[in-house]
C-alpha cells in the first residue's frame, strides 16, 4: 500500500456494526466465598471486596478477602490433602484429574471467556481464542506428564515438594492460575492459589470445575484477597514453595521475606521487551507484529513489545503504516467481537499509564495517539507511541504495562543489539529480519527468556518461559515447569 491509497483505506466513514457476545449463558453469583478443603467456606474475619468491571465500572460480585487465619486454614487443608490422598495416589490417576479439568474447560469454554472479559476488561476476542484454549492447553499438556515424571528426568529420582503457594496476577487470570496449577498437581504437590484482587472470577469458577470433577478435597485451596492476603500465603511456614507472576516490586519483596528458609521460589516478573525489525524485513508483517506486541490485551503483557527498534532506512515506513494501523484499531467494549483493544484493567492501572504519558512528554518524547474515540464509563486508553526518545528516559527504560509503545531507531546490527539489552529486564523480545543468520545471531547475543523470530506474542505449553534480571528467576511451561515443582536426585 502506498500512502495515498493507505489513507483512503482509513479515511472513509464506515463502521462495523456491534457485534456483542451474549451473557445469557453465564451465571455470576452475588458474593463468593472462600474454596477451601474441597467447599466453599464464609471468611473468618468477614470482610469482602467488589470485583468491578473495568469496562463500565459496575460491580460484579462480592468476593471474600481471606486473612491469616484462612490462608493457615486452606495451607492445613492443602498439607493433609498432600499426606492423606495426592501424593499416595497412582500417578496415572492423578493424571486423570488433570485431564477432566482440561475437558471442563473447553466445555465451558464460552462462559470462562465471558466472564474473563467481564471481570478484566480485555476483549472477547481474546480470552475467546487465546486465554481459555491455552488455559486447558496447559491442563492437557501436563497431564500427560504426570505419570511420566522419571522420563522427564532419565536417571533421577522425582519427588513433589510438598505444598504450594501460588500469587497470580491479573492480566491473564485463568491463565495465569493454569499454569501454576497444572505443573505443581501433575508433579504431586498440593496448592494454594491466591488469584489477584481485580480479577477472582474465573479462578473461583475455576475451583466449581475442580470440585465437579471430584478431586480429593484440599488438593486446590482458593484464597480471594489483596496484597495483605498474599504476604500472609508468602509468610506461611508450612508451605514448601512460593510462585510469584506480578511486579518487581513484590517480587523482591517475597525474595527478602522467603531469604534463609528452606522455601523453594519462582518469580516471574517484569519486562521491557524490543522489538527489532531490519530492514530486510517483511515491513507489513512486522507491523503487524508491532501491533499485536504492544496493543494485544491493552499492553497488560509482561512480555509485550513495549519497544521498537527500527533500522533507520525503514523507519520512516514503519512508522507511517505503523500510525495507519493505530487508526484502524477499534477501542471500545470488550464484549464486542470487534474490538481489538479492550479497557484497561483498574484506574490504578490507568492512573500509572497516564502517569507515564506526561512523564514522556515532559521528556521530550513526541506522542502519537489514535484518534480513537473513548466511552464514557470505564477505563480507558489509546493506542499510544513514542518518538524521539533515547536510551536513558524513562518511557525506554520503565515497564508501564499499557499501551505505550516507545520508538528508537538504530543503524548496525551492534547498536541495535547495545540498545535493546539496555534495560533492568530480560524476559523477551522480537527480531524482524529476512536472513537466517542475522536471527541466530540476535537471539544468541539478547540476554532474554523468551525470544520470538517474525512473530511475537505466540505461547505453547511446551516451552519454557522466564526471564533474566530483574524480569525473575525460574522458567514455567515445558520440562522446565516441572523441575519448578519437583526435588530431584
Ligand atoms: P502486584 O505485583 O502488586 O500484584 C500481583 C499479585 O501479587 C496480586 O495477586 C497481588 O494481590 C499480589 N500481591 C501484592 N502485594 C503482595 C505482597 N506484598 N505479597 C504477596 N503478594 C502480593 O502488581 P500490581 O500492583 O497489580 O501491578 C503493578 C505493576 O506490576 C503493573 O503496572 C505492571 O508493571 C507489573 N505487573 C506485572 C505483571 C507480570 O505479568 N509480570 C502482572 C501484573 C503487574
Ligand atoms: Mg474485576
Redesign the pocket.
Same mark, same amino acid.
Given at each position: 500500500m502506498d500512502e495515498t491509497t493507505s489513507k483512503l483505506a482509513f479515511d472513509t466513514d464506515w463502521q462495523y456494526d456491534p457485534a456483542p457476545e451474549s451473557t445469557d449463558h453465564i451465571r455470576i453469583d452475588e458474593q463468593y466465598e472462600l474454596f477451601i478443603g474441597g467447599e466453599f467456606v464464609a471468611p473468618k474475619e468477614g470482610r469482602y471486596f467488589d470485583s468491578i468491571n473495568p469496562a463500565n465500572e459496575q460491580v460484579l460480585a462480592r468476593v471474600a478477602a481471606a486473612g491469616k487465619d484462612d490462608v493457615a486454614r486452606a495451607v492445613k487443608a492443602a498439607r493433609k490433602a498432600y499426606q492423606t490422598s495426592w501424593s499416595t495416589l497412582k500417578p496415572a490417576e492423578r493424571g486423570k484429574y488433570i485431564y477432566r479439568i482440561a475437558r471442563v474447560l473447553q466445555e465451558r469454554a464460552r462462559e470462562f471467556a465471558v466472564i474473563e472479559t467481564l471481570d478484566g476488561g480485555k476483549p472477547i476476542r481474546e480470552s475467546r481464542d487465546i486465554d481459555i484454549p491455552l488455559a486447558a492447553a496447559h491442563f492437557f499438556y501436563y497431564a500427560g506428564w504426570a505419570d511420566k515424571l522419571e522420563y522427564a528426568f532419565p536417571g533421577k529420582q522425582v519427588a513433589a515438594l510438598g505444598v504450594a503457594g501460588q500469587?497470580?496476577?491479573?492480566?491473564?487470570p485463568l491463565l495465569?492460575a493454569a499454569w501454576k496449577i497444572a505443573p505443581a498437581l501433575a508433579c504431586g504437590n498440593t496448592v494454594v492459589l491466591?488469584?489477584?484482587?481485580?480479577t477472582p472470577l474465573t479462578a473461583l469458577k475455576l475451583a466449581e470445575v475442580i470440585r465437579d470433577a471430584g478431586l480429593p478435597p484440599g488438593v486446590v485451596n482458593i484464597v480471594t484477597?489483596? =496484597?495483605?492476603?498474599?504476604?500472609a500465603?508468602?509468610d506461611h511456614p508450612d508451605i514448601d514453595k512460593i510462585a510469584?507472576? *506480578?511486579?518487581?516490586?513484590? =517480587?523482591r519483596?517475597?525474595q527478602k521475606?522467603l531469604a534463609g528458609t528452606s522455601t523453594k521460589y519462582t518469580l516471574?516478573? *517484569?519486562?521491557k521487551a524490543a522489538n527489532i525489525i531490519f530492514a530486510d524485513a517483511a515491513i507489513d508483517e512486522a507491523v503487524e507484529g508491532i501491533v499485536n506486541g504492544i496493543f494485544f490485551n491493552q499492553g497488560?503483557?509482561?512480555c509485550a513489545g513495549s519497544r521498537l527498534l527500527v533500522q533507520e532506512s525503514v523507519a520512516d515506513e514503519v512508522i507511517r503504516k505503523l500510525k495507519d494501523r493505530m487508526e484502524s484499531l477499534i477501542v471500545g467494549d470488550p464484549m464486542d467481537k470487534n474490538t481489538d483493544i479492550g479497557a484497561i484493567n483498574?484506574p490504578?492501572?490507568l492512573a500509572?499509564i497516564e502517569d507515564y504519558l506526561r512523564i514522556g512528554q515532559a521528556e521530550g518524547g513526541e506522542m502519537y495517539q489514535s484518534s480513537a474515540t473513548l466511552p464514557t464509563t470505564g477505563y480507558w486508553c489509546r493506542p499510544t507511541l513514542f518518538t524521539g526518545v533515547s536510551q536513558s528516559n524513562r518511557v525506554v527504560q520503565e515497564?508501564?504495562?499499557?499501551p505505550v509503545l516507545a520508538i528508537q531507531t538504530f543503524r548496525t546490527l551492534e547498536e541495535g543489539l547495545d540498545k535493546a539489552n539496555n534495560t533492568p529486564y530480560g524476559?523477551s523480545g522480537g527480531v524482524w529480519t529476512d536472513k537466517g543468520a542475522k536471527i541466530f545471531k540476535m537471539t544468541r547475543a539478547i540476554r532474554a527468556g523468551v525470544i520470538w523470530a517474525n512473530t511475537f506474542n505466540k505461547f505453547d505449553p511446551a516451552s519454557p518461559f522466564g526471564g533474566y534480571k530483574e524480569?525473575?528467576m525460574g522458567r514455567e511451561g515445558g520440562l522446565h515447569g516441572l523441575d519448578a515443582y519437583l526435588e530431584l536426585s
Open positions: 500469587i497470580i496476577p491479573w492480566n491473564f495465569m491466591k488469584p489477584a484482587e481485580t484477597g489483596a =496484597g495483605d492476603t498474599g504476604a500465603l508468602v510469584f507472576t *506480578g511486579s518487581t516490586a513484590v =517480587g519483596s517475597i521475606s516471574e516478573l *517484569g519486562g497488560h503483557v509482561c483498574s490504578a492501572q500509572k515497564e508501564i504495562f499499557g524476559l524480569s525473575g
